[in-house]
């Protein structure tokens, strides 16, 4: 990761990449040392892309979440949610889960004994989104939305559509609980698009091909680019298409603490759901009896930030 020194990129992140084991990939770009939060959005990993042998498929066992969304958006394959709400909902390829854990919820996150009878692959996107003090232990809810029911802008080599939260004067059904955007973008070969400054802090991530921003360069897939505020950006596809991310929205209403699955504007309430956890206290997830235990390397005190 660097600090941009001009133009209209304020930081420049690359992210490091984790093997989650039998050659599973993520790439982690946020948060960061150097950039930690972007608007309310406090994680984002890429997963994959990835080619599960047959008989093989994602498995993440139930874990536990406060104070924040989850929202999934996946480019190839498919995942089945099940959260201790009783939702079970496949998410495919367009489609959006938007998951808001409040005061607490438990979900697992795995692949099916359909998508397992064959060779199947895997890429997507997840993220956290903190959620404003006066809803951080709302009551849990989860939504699902089809490709088909998110807002579109199309035109001169561009389709952007908006999961979450409002851009390009459109709106996504997502509830989110926040002012913040996140975009899906498809750019042809040759085509250009200009990104208005609509929030106060918006980054690019690069999912696949690579972006020519001018005096600023070319980047490829891997990369989130944070731009500076207000400033306008413009975007220009090479010789061949490209996909990135838009996200964003105006700055949280404090700091934030993480803490594994965690995200509290308390420390104290961060303590308070280890120990919930530990002891039990987070409800059951229908028809699954594992789950992933404390880590035992967690710190003393949690950073807060920014």
């Known amino acids: 990761m660097k600090m941009a020194s001009n133009g209209a990129l304020q930081t420049i992140v690359v992210p490091r990449t984790r093997d989650l084991g039998d050659g599973f990939e993520v790439r982690r770009a946020l948060p960061t040392t150097q950039r930690r939060m972007v608007g309310p959005f406090v994680f984002l990993d890429q997963m994959g892309p990835h080619r599960f042998e047959a008989g093989t498929g994602l498995d993440v066992r139930p874990h536990p979440h406060i104070g924040l969304a989850t929202v999934t958006f996946l480019y190839d394959g498919e995942i089945m949610h099940r959260d201790s709400l009783g939702t ?24 099916t004994k359909e998508v397992r009878h064959n060779a199947s692959s895997l890429f997507g996107l997840q993220c956290w989104v903190a959620l404003p003090r006066k809803h951080e232990d709302t009551a849990p809810s989860f939504s699902h939305f089809k490709a088909d029911e998110l807002p579109r ?31 899906d973008v498809l750019m042809q070969p040759g085509a250009r ?5 609509e929030y106060e802090e918006q980054a690019v991530y690069v999912v696949q091909g690579s972006i020519d921003l001018g005096n600023d360069g070319v980047f490829d897939a891997g990369h989130l680019l944070v731009i500076r505020p207000r400033q306008i950006l413009t975007v220009k596809a090479g010789n061949a298409s490209v996909r990135f991310m838009l996200l964003g929205g105006e700055p949280m209403d404090g700091p934030r603490g993480v803490v594994w699955n965690f995200v509290s504007s ?16 987070f409800p059951d997830l229908p028809g ?19």
């Open 88 to 111: 079970a909902q496949p998410i495919r390829p367009g489609d959006v889960n938007w998951m808001t854990a409040g005061q607490g919820i438990v979900h697992s996150e795995r692949s």
């Open 153 to 183: 802008m199309e035109g001169d080599g561009i389709m952007a559509t908006i999961i979450a939260g409002s851009f390009f004067s459109r709106t996504s059904p997502v509830p989110t609980l926040s002012d913040m955007f996140y975009v």
């Open 266 to 281: 308390s420390q104290d309430r961060l303590e308070q759901a280890k120990q919930d956890w530990e002891a039990g206290r």
């Open 193 to 197: 698009m200009t990104i208005a400054p």
């Open 288 to 306: 699954e009896t594992e789950r992933i235990p404390l880590p035992d390397d967690l710190p003393g005190k949690p950073v807060f930030y920014p």
